[in-house]
Protein backbone atom coordinates (compact mmCIF):
# COMPACT_ATOMS: atom_id res chain seq x y z
CA UNK A 1 0.00 0.00 0.00
CA UNK A 2 1.35 3.33 -0.88
CA UNK A 3 2.31 6.41 1.59
CA UNK A 4 -1.28 8.32 -0.33
CA UNK A 5 -3.25 5.52 0.08
CA UNK A 6 -2.15 4.67 3.68
CA UNK A 7 -2.56 8.73 4.51
CA UNK A 8 -6.22 8.49 3.18
CA UNK A 9 -7.13 5.21 5.08
CA UNK A 10 -6.01 6.85 8.15
CA UNK A 11 -7.49 10.47 7.75
CA UNK A 12 -11.41 8.48 6.78
CA UNK A 13 -10.98 6.37 9.99
CA UNK A 14 -10.08 9.36 12.01
CA UNK A 15 -13.30 11.24 10.23
CA UNK A 16 -15.53 8.37 10.85
CA UNK A 17 -14.32 8.23 14.90
CA UNK A 18 -14.71 12.26 15.39
CA UNK A 19 -17.02 12.82 13.23
CA UNK A 20 -20.22 11.79 15.75
CA UNK A 21 -18.25 13.57 18.65
CA UNK A 22 -17.77 16.50 16.93
CA UNK A 23 -21.75 16.70 15.86
CA UNK A 24 -22.44 16.12 19.57
CA UNK A 25 -20.25 18.90 20.61
CA UNK A 26 -21.23 21.38 17.94
CA UNK A 27 -24.85 20.90 18.76
CA UNK A 28 -23.58 21.59 22.65
CA UNK A 29 -23.42 25.52 21.92
CA UNK A 30 -25.57 26.09 19.00
CA UNK A 31 -28.94 28.18 19.25
CA UNK A 32 -30.51 25.65 17.03
CA UNK A 33 -33.13 23.56 19.04
CA UNK A 34 -32.70 20.89 16.09
CA UNK A 35 -29.09 21.36 14.29
CA UNK A 36 -29.50 20.14 10.63
CA UNK A 37 -26.23 22.09 8.97
CA UNK A 38 -24.02 24.85 10.31
CA UNK A 39 -25.32 26.41 13.10
CA UNK A 40 -27.07 29.47 13.12
CA UNK A 41 -25.11 30.65 16.29
CA UNK A 42 -23.24 30.02 19.28
CA UNK A 43 -24.60 29.92 22.99
CA UNK A 44 -23.74 28.52 26.36
CA UNK A 45 -27.18 28.16 27.54
CA UNK A 46 -27.78 24.50 26.88
CA UNK A 47 -24.34 23.90 28.80
CA UNK A 48 -26.09 25.74 32.07
CA UNK A 49 -29.50 24.26 31.74
CA UNK A 50 -27.26 20.34 32.17
CA UNK A 51 -25.23 21.23 34.79
CA UNK A 52 -28.33 22.96 36.69
CA UNK A 53 -30.74 20.05 35.61
CA UNK A 54 -31.04 18.17 39.13
CA UNK A 55 -31.35 14.73 37.70
CA UNK A 56 -27.72 14.91 36.15
CA UNK A 57 -26.35 16.31 39.08
CA UNK A 58 -27.87 13.07 41.32
CA UNK A 59 -26.61 10.76 38.48
CA UNK A 60 -23.13 12.29 38.12
CA UNK A 61 -23.03 11.68 41.94
CA UNK A 62 -24.13 7.96 41.46
CA UNK A 63 -22.51 7.27 38.69
CA UNK A 64 -18.77 8.15 40.18
CA UNK A 65 -19.62 6.14 43.65
CA UNK A 66 -20.82 2.89 40.98
CA UNK A 67 -17.20 3.23 39.23
CA UNK A 68 -14.91 3.97 41.67
CA UNK A 69 -16.46 0.80 43.89
CA UNK A 70 -16.72 -1.17 40.78
CA UNK A 71 -13.34 -0.44 39.29
CA UNK A 72 -11.98 -1.11 42.91
CA UNK A 73 -13.57 -4.44 43.21
CA UNK A 74 -12.72 -5.22 39.71
CA UNK A 75 -9.01 -4.41 39.59
CA UNK A 76 -8.33 -6.56 42.68
CA UNK A 77 -10.41 -9.01 41.33
CA UNK A 78 -8.92 -9.51 37.93
CA UNK A 79 -5.03 -8.80 39.09
CA UNK A 80 -5.47 -12.17 41.37
CA UNK A 81 -7.45 -13.89 38.57
CA UNK A 82 -5.24 -12.74 35.69
CA UNK A 83 -1.78 -13.85 38.27
CA UNK A 84 -3.17 -16.87 38.73
CA UNK A 85 -4.14 -17.89 35.12
CA UNK A 86 -1.06 -16.49 33.32
CA UNK A 87 1.54 -16.95 36.90
CA UNK A 88 0.46 -20.23 38.19
CA UNK A 89 -0.33 -23.94 37.24
CA UNK A 90 -4.05 -24.28 37.19
CA UNK A 91 -6.18 -27.04 36.08
CA UNK A 92 -8.30 -26.23 33.00
CA UNK A 93 -6.37 -22.55 32.13
CA UNK A 94 -7.74 -22.34 28.76
CA UNK A 95 -11.35 -22.66 30.08
CA UNK A 96 -11.05 -20.26 32.61
CA UNK A 97 -9.37 -17.61 30.35
CA UNK A 98 -13.10 -18.64 28.42
CA UNK A 99 -15.05 -18.43 31.19
CA UNK A 100 -13.45 -14.95 31.89
CA UNK A 101 -13.82 -13.83 28.69
CA UNK A 102 -17.08 -14.70 28.38
CA UNK A 103 -19.14 -11.87 29.61
CA UNK A 104 -18.13 -9.82 26.71
CA UNK A 105 -20.40 -11.73 24.46
CA UNK A 106 -23.69 -11.65 26.05
CA UNK A 107 -25.43 -9.10 25.53
CA UNK A 108 -25.49 -6.30 28.31
CA UNK A 109 -29.39 -5.87 27.89
CA UNK A 110 -29.60 -9.47 29.32
CA UNK A 111 -26.81 -9.31 31.69
CA UNK A 112 -28.94 -6.59 32.99
CA UNK A 113 -32.38 -8.30 33.23
CA UNK A 114 -30.24 -11.45 34.55
CA UNK A 115 -29.00 -9.08 37.77
CA UNK A 116 -32.79 -7.99 37.83
CA UNK A 117 -34.37 -11.19 38.78
CA UNK A 118 -31.79 -12.15 40.58
CA UNK A 119 -31.76 -8.69 43.00
CA UNK A 120 -35.67 -9.33 43.01
CA UNK A 121 -35.44 -12.95 44.03
CA UNK A 122 -33.02 -13.03 46.51
CA UNK A 123 -31.23 -10.38 47.40
CA UNK A 124 -34.34 -7.25 46.86
CA UNK A 125 -32.89 -4.99 49.07
CA UNK A 126 -29.55 -4.83 46.80
CA UNK A 127 -31.82 -3.21 44.08
CA UNK A 128 -31.74 0.54 43.33
CA UNK A 129 -28.39 0.58 45.81
CA UNK A 130 -24.88 1.71 44.72
CA UNK A 131 -23.68 -1.42 45.92
CA UNK A 132 -26.07 -3.58 43.98
CA UNK A 133 -25.45 -1.32 40.42
CA UNK A 134 -21.28 -1.55 41.12
CA UNK A 135 -21.73 -5.46 41.93
CA UNK A 136 -23.07 -6.06 38.37
CA UNK A 137 -20.78 -3.54 37.28
CA UNK A 138 -17.87 -5.77 38.27
CA UNK A 139 -19.17 -8.56 35.83
CA UNK A 140 -18.61 -6.56 32.77
CA UNK A 141 -15.17 -5.34 34.20
CA UNK A 142 -13.23 -8.30 34.90
CA UNK A 143 -13.24 -9.17 31.55
CA UNK A 144 -11.14 -6.00 30.41
CA UNK A 145 -9.25 -6.19 33.61
CA UNK A 146 -7.80 -9.90 33.39
CA UNK A 147 -7.15 -9.04 29.79
CA UNK A 148 -4.92 -5.89 30.25
CA UNK A 149 -3.16 -7.44 33.41
CA UNK A 150 -2.71 -10.51 31.92
CA UNK A 151 -0.73 -9.05 28.30
CA UNK A 152 0.99 -7.52 30.78
CA UNK A 153 1.98 -10.13 33.42
CA UNK A 154 2.89 -12.38 30.03
CA UNK A 155 5.63 -9.92 28.79
CA UNK A 156 7.46 -10.72 31.99
CA UNK A 157 10.53 -12.61 33.05
CA UNK A 158 9.55 -14.73 35.75
CA UNK A 159 12.84 -15.91 36.53
CA UNK A 160 13.30 -12.16 38.36
CA UNK A 161 10.22 -13.80 41.11
CA UNK A 162 11.57 -16.86 41.10
CA UNK A 163 14.89 -15.57 42.38
CA UNK A 164 13.21 -13.34 44.61
CA UNK A 165 11.36 -16.94 46.15
CA UNK A 166 15.30 -18.64 46.32
CA UNK A 167 16.49 -15.49 48.01
CA UNK A 168 13.57 -15.92 51.07
CA UNK A 169 10.64 -13.85 49.73
CA UNK A 170 7.26 -15.19 50.62
CA UNK A 171 4.97 -15.41 47.58
CA UNK A 172 2.99 -12.41 48.25
CA UNK A 173 6.58 -10.36 49.26
CA UNK A 174 8.01 -11.83 45.66
CA UNK A 175 4.59 -10.28 44.31
CA UNK A 176 4.17 -6.69 45.78
CA UNK A 177 7.94 -6.43 46.00
CA UNK A 178 9.23 -8.05 42.41
CA UNK A 179 6.26 -8.31 39.92
CA UNK A 180 3.43 -5.45 40.86
CA UNK A 181 5.51 -2.62 40.16
CA UNK A 182 6.57 -4.40 36.84
CA UNK A 183 2.83 -4.30 35.81
CA UNK A 184 1.92 -0.66 37.08
CA UNK A 185 1.49 0.55 33.50
CA UNK A 186 -1.04 -2.50 32.80
CA UNK A 187 -2.34 -2.02 36.22
CA UNK A 188 -2.85 1.99 35.62
CA UNK A 189 -4.71 1.60 31.85
CA UNK A 190 -6.73 -1.11 33.59
CA UNK A 191 -8.29 1.11 35.98
CA UNK A 192 -8.62 3.80 33.94
CA UNK A 193 -10.80 1.87 31.28
CA UNK A 194 -12.87 0.17 33.97
CA UNK A 195 -13.73 3.61 35.60
CA UNK A 196 -14.54 5.09 32.48
CA UNK A 197 -16.90 1.75 30.98
CA UNK A 198 -18.18 1.94 34.97
CA UNK A 199 -19.35 5.71 34.60
CA UNK A 200 -20.56 5.34 30.63
CA UNK A 201 -22.76 2.14 31.53
CA UNK A 202 -26.20 2.29 30.18
CA UNK A 203 -27.73 -1.23 29.22
CA UNK A 204 -27.28 -2.73 32.14
CA UNK A 205 -27.60 0.42 34.91
CA UNK A 206 -31.11 1.04 33.72
CA UNK A 207 -32.51 -2.37 35.03
CA UNK A 208 -31.11 -1.97 38.45
CA UNK A 209 -31.97 1.26 39.51
CA UNK A 210 -35.45 3.75 40.14
CA UNK A 211 -35.66 6.45 37.61
CA UNK A 212 -35.64 8.94 40.53
CA UNK A 213 -31.95 7.81 41.66
CA UNK A 214 -30.30 6.43 38.51
CA UNK A 215 -26.44 6.74 37.02
CA UNK A 216 -26.54 9.94 34.32
CA UNK A 217 -25.89 7.76 31.34
CA UNK A 218 -29.49 6.91 32.36
CA UNK A 219 -30.63 9.95 33.28
CA UNK A 220 -29.47 11.18 29.80
CA UNK A 221 -31.57 8.41 28.53
CA UNK A 222 -34.52 8.78 30.20
CA UNK A 223 -34.35 12.95 29.35
CA UNK A 224 -34.13 11.83 25.79
CA UNK A 225 -36.88 10.37 25.92
CA UNK A 226 -39.46 13.12 27.41
CA UNK A 227 -37.07 16.08 25.58
CA UNK A 228 -34.98 16.58 22.78
CA UNK A 229 -33.27 19.51 23.18
CA UNK A 230 -29.85 20.14 22.87
CA UNK A 231 -29.86 19.37 26.76
CA UNK A 232 -28.35 15.79 26.55
CA UNK A 233 -26.06 16.38 24.06
CA UNK A 234 -24.26 19.26 26.70
CA UNK A 235 -24.26 16.65 28.74
CA UNK A 236 -22.57 14.65 26.47
CA UNK A 237 -20.59 16.92 25.50
CA UNK A 238 -19.39 17.41 29.05
CA UNK A 239 -18.91 13.42 29.44
CA UNK A 240 -16.69 13.41 26.46
CA UNK A 241 -14.44 16.29 27.79
CA UNK A 242 -14.45 14.72 31.09
CA UNK A 243 -13.24 11.60 29.51
CA UNK A 244 -10.41 13.24 27.33
CA UNK A 245 -9.21 15.08 30.40
CA UNK A 246 -9.12 12.22 32.77
CA UNK A 247 -7.27 9.71 30.50
CA UNK A 248 -5.32 12.38 29.02
CA UNK A 249 -3.83 13.37 32.86
CA UNK A 250 -3.41 10.12 33.63
CA UNK A 251 -1.53 9.54 30.16
CA UNK A 252 0.88 12.31 31.31
CA UNK A 253 1.48 11.59 34.73
CA UNK A 254 2.21 7.89 33.91
CA UNK A 255 4.76 9.30 31.62
CA UNK A 256 6.37 11.63 33.78
CA UNK A 257 7.15 8.38 36.10
CA UNK A 258 8.14 6.40 33.50
CA UNK A 259 5.23 3.74 33.22
CA UNK A 260 5.14 3.83 29.85
CA UNK A 261 8.76 3.33 29.16
CA UNK A 262 9.85 0.05 27.08
CA UNK A 263 11.70 -2.48 29.80
CA UNK A 264 15.28 -2.13 29.77
CA UNK A 265 15.16 1.20 27.81
CA UNK A 266 18.05 3.62 29.50
CA UNK A 267 19.20 6.99 28.13
CA UNK A 268 22.14 5.21 27.28
CA UNK A 269 21.47 2.73 24.48
CA UNK A 270 18.99 5.42 22.78
CA UNK A 271 22.28 6.95 20.07
CA UNK A 272 22.62 3.73 19.26
CA UNK A 273 18.59 3.44 18.14
CA UNK A 274 18.96 6.10 16.25
CA UNK A 275 22.17 4.74 14.18
CA UNK A 276 20.31 1.86 13.62
CA UNK A 277 17.96 3.25 11.66
CA UNK A 278 18.12 3.85 7.83
CA UNK A 279 18.96 7.17 6.63
Given at each position: ???WLRRIFLFVVAVFILA????VLVASVSTDEVLSGLP????????????????????FQYSVQVAAIATACS????????YALYRLEVPGTRLLRTLFIAP????????????????????????????????????ILL??????????????????????????????????????????????????????????????SVFLMPADTTTLPVAIFLRLQQNQDPTTSAVSSLM??????????????GRKAGLFAAPGSTAANQPERKEEQPA
Open positions: MSVPLVVSGFTMHWLAEALSYPQFQVGVVLGTAAALSMPRVVSGFCFFVLFASLVPAAYGTVGGVAFAHVLPFVVSLVGAGLATLDSSLEEAARDLGASAFTAFRRVTLPQIRASLLIATVFAFLTSFDEVDLIVGSLLLTGLVALA
